[in-house]
């Protein structure tokens, strides 16, 4: 399920509402969004420079890179 720690990836247009529903000055609420070109995607994918990964939907639920959160908490 989606929460604290988790990212969520959507690869297809979706009508999309939420809210969050705790947050505080201690513990934020991070949100960011990047938007990525398929074209580009696909010619990574085509010269191989992104590894292959199992089939997967339009929505995907996974752990945050701690890397990632660094990133983005910077």
């Known amino acids: 399920s989606y929460g604290a720690g988790r990212s969520l990836l959507v690869s297809v247009d ?4 939420a809210r969050v529903v705790e947050a505080s000055a201690d513990r934020p609420c991070l949100v960011a969004g990047v938007a990525l070109d398929p074209a580009v995607v696909g010619e990574l ?7 292959p990964g199992p089939p997967s ?8 890179e701690p890397a990632l959160l660094d990133a983005l908490a910077r």
């Open 14 to 17: 979706l009508p999309v509402s």
């Open 45 to 51: 994918m085509a010269d191989g420079a992104l590894p």
């Open 57 to 64: 939907r339009g929505l995907d639920v996974s752990p945050l």
